[in-house]
């Protein structure tokens, strides 16, 4: 008995993200799963930012990857600053075009492309507050479960809660 083709589910993209941004954070998520991470994308943080990868370890430490697609991105974006109070270890992701010399020395760097990454530098470790850790990992299991769900169900009732 041959089992039934099933055709992979996907997220929809919500069309925030560059073509070379995706490639980026696809490319650096299979690095940190590698490492024993589980990664969800573009979860919004109780400041109203948004992270565009968060990282969740085995021990419950938790990584933000900042993706800078060009030094213009880079440039043009602060907001990063914000992230460090949401996590034990910040990161920026980029591509190889983009010179490593831009990014803050106080922060981990990961070069990658849409089949994987390598980290250039790791990232210096500021634990966080254990209720902020709370919330971030509360934000977590409810933003993958819901995309899980949606996924499921893709006319169910989810909106954009995730």
């Known amino acids: 008995m ?5 055709r992979p589910m996907e ?10 941004a995706l490639k980026i954070a696809r490319g650096t998520a299979r690095l ?3 490492h024993g991470y589980c990664v969800v994308s573009e979860l919004p943080l109780s400041s109203g930012r948004r992270a565009d990868l968060v990282a969740l370890g085995s021990g419950g430490d938790i990584w ?10 880079f440039r043009a974006d602060h907001k990063w600053m914000d992230y460090r109070a949401h996590c034990d270890r910040l990161f920026f992701a980029t591509t190889v075009e983009v010179p490593c010399e831009i990014f803050p020395k106080d ?3 990961i070069v990658a492309d849409a089949y994987g990454a390598q ?6 470790e500021h634990r966080m507050h254990a209720t902020t850790r709370k919330h971030i990992m509360l934000s977590i299991a409810r933003a993958a479960a819901l995309r899980l769900q949606s ?12």
């Open 2 to 6: 041959s089992l039934p083709f099933v």
């Open 11 to 20: 997220l929809p993209v919500d069309g925030r993200q560059s073509e070379t």
């Open 32 to 34: 940190l799963h590698a």
């Open 64 to 73: 933000i990857v900042e993706i800078k697609s060009s030094v213009a991105d």
């Open 107 to 109: 922060a981990g760097l």
């Open 119 to 124: 980290m250039i530098c790791d990232a210096p």
């Open 151 to 162: 996924l499921a169900d893709p006319t169910g009732p989810y909106g954009m809660e995730f």
